[in-house]
């Protein structure tokens, strides 16, 4: 496998909808729908106010991503921004695709962008935005033919706690369409404290993947172990304890490693990013994209991980076939 060479049919099993939507694409949704201020700006524009600058902490690129999210003002909004993540995966010749979206933090946003919405009840604008992107998923695989996997993700922050309960009942009734819950946010609490509601709905949505250790450090890793998750979602700060690295080796939990995000967001550089050492402490990775707008691609990732750590290309087909081992579908 040359690392410059276009892969096709790799599998990525970690992408976010909101992270995902580029400058052509706000620009398109925006000048459909009238969506100001970005239907009055150009492309180029659009780039400067949603694309992070090389050199962002996270919690910089992070207000970048609140930036984009101006632009969901509907559900239809949302759809049609999803509807050219799947267009660009297509386009890119992935394999499979297994999609995040935040659902809580999305309707958020639309209610906060939009009057009319807002005057409307949260979980009408969570269903009519559920049931709009699983149309255009089914829409666009059709067309495309590209095997496209939902993930839902539960936020762990303190203002989405109180909405969890009525979160895993949508859930619960839409299970048949969700392949894995995701547990995300790092800020407020740890994992655990999301316990009861997994344990509702894991009997319905049995795969479960936890945000953790991109920006902390292994004590929430540990504390997600008590959750039994089959995957953790980066995981990059767990190489500061040994014993917790050899844990996720034994258990075989697999980490959803997304090297040139944990570049662009500050929590690692290419001469201190812990992949090698995670491989070669046995633990299984898979390397993934996890939603960049800038233009860049899943082969950038394996790109930057090849020539980075100077790896040969029978081990890029193990990583390769990683992502297909442990996608949740199989």
């Given at each position: 496998?040359?690392?410059?060479?276009?892969?096709?049919?790799?599998?990525?099993?970690?992408?976010?909808?909101?992270?995902?939507?580029?400058?052509?694409?706000i620009s398109?949704?925006?000048?459909?729908?009238?969506?100001?201020?970005?239907?009055?700006?150009?492309?180029?524009?659009?780039?400067?106010?949603?694309?992070?600058?090389?050199g962002?902490?996270?919690?910089?690129?992070?207000?970048y991503?609140?930036?984009?999210?101006k632009?969901?003002?509907?559900?239809?909004?949302?759809?049609?921004?999803?509807?050219d993540?799947?267009?660009?995966?297509?386009?890119?010749?992935?394999?499979?695709?297994?999609?995040?979206?935040?659902?809580?933090?999305?309707?958020?946003?639309?209610?906060?962008?939009?009057?009319?919405?807002?005057?409307k009840?949260?979980?009408?604008?969570?269903?009519?935005?559920?049931?709009?992107?699983?149309?255009?998923?089914?829409q666009?695989?059709?067309?495309?033919?590209?095997?496209?996997?939902?993930?839902?993700?539960i936020?762990?922050?303190?203002?989405?706690?109180?909405y969890?309960?009525?979160?895993?009942?949508?859930?619960?009734?839409y299970?048949?369409?969700?392949?894995?819950?995701?547990?995300?946010?790092?800020?407020?609490?740890?994992?655990?404290?999301?316990?009861?509601?997994?344990?509702?709905?894991?009997?319905?949505?049995?795969?479960?993947?936890?945000?953790?250790?991109?920006?902390?450090?292994?004590?929430?890793?540990?504390?997600?172990?008590?959750?039994?998750?089959?995957?953790?979602?980066?995981?990059?700060?767990?190489?500061?304890?040994?014993?917790?690295?050899?844990?996720?080796?034994?258990?075989?939990?697999?980490?959803?490693?997304?090297?040139?995000?944990?570049?662009?967001?500050?929590?690692?550089?290419?001469?201190n990013?812990?992949?090698?050492?995670?491989?070669?402490?046995g633990?299984?990775?898979?390397?993934?994209?996890?939603?960049?707008?800038?233009?860049?691609?899943?082969?950038?990732?394996?790109t930057?991980?090849?020539?980075?750590?100077?790896?040969?290309?029978?081990?890029?087909?193990?990583?390769?076939?990683?992502?297909?081992?442990?996608?949740?579908?199989?």
């Open positions: 496998m040359m690392a410059s060479q276009h892969q096709v049919g790799l599998f990525e099993l970690h992408r976010h909808h909101d992270t995902s939507h580029t400058p052509e694409s398109r949704v925006s000048r459909l729908l009238g969506i100001s201020p970005f239907d009055a700006m150009s492309v180029e524009e659009i780039r400067h106010e949603v694309q992070a600058p090389p962002s902490t996270w919690d910089q690129w992070y207000q991503l609140k930036r984009v999210r632009a969901y003002v509907s559900p239809t909004a949302v759809a049609e921004l999803t509807r993540v799947l267009k660009d995966a297509a386009r890119q010749e992935l394999g499979l695709l297994e999609l995040r979206v935040s659902l809580l933090s999305t309707v958020a946003a639309i209610r906060e962008n939009s009057p009319s919405e807002a005057s009840n949260f979980w009408a604008v969570a269903r009519e935005t559920l049931e709009m992107l699983l149309a255009v998923k089914q666009e695989m059709k067309k495309s033919h590209l095997p496209v996997d939902l993930v839902l993700s936020s762990c922050q303190n203002k989405y706690l109180p969890v309960d009525r979160y895993v009942d949508l859930m619960t009734e299970a048949r369409e969700i392949i894995a819950v995701d547990l995300t946010n790092e800020a407020d609490n740890k994992p655990s404290t999301c316990k009861a509601a997994l344990d509702r709905i894991r009997p319905h949505i049995s795969f479960l993947t936890i945000h953790c250790m991109e920006t902390t450090g292994p004590e929430r890793g540990w504390d997600a172990l008590t959750l039994l998750p089959q995957r953790l979602g980066h995981g990059i700060h767990a190489v500061d304890d040994p014993q917790l690295v050899r844990e996720i080796a034994k258990r075989g939990i697999v980490l959803e490693v997304c090297p040139l995000s944990n570049i662009l967001t500050g929590v690692a550089t290419p001469a990013h812990p992949f090698r050492c995670l491989d070669e402490a633990v299984a990775l898979t390397i993934n994209h996890d939603g960049l707008n800038d233009d860049s691609t899943l082969d950038d990732d394996y930057f991980v090849q020539t980075t750590f100077g790896y040969s290309e029978q081990d890029m087909r193990r990583f390769a076939e990683n992502g297909r081992t442990y996608a949740f579908r199989t």
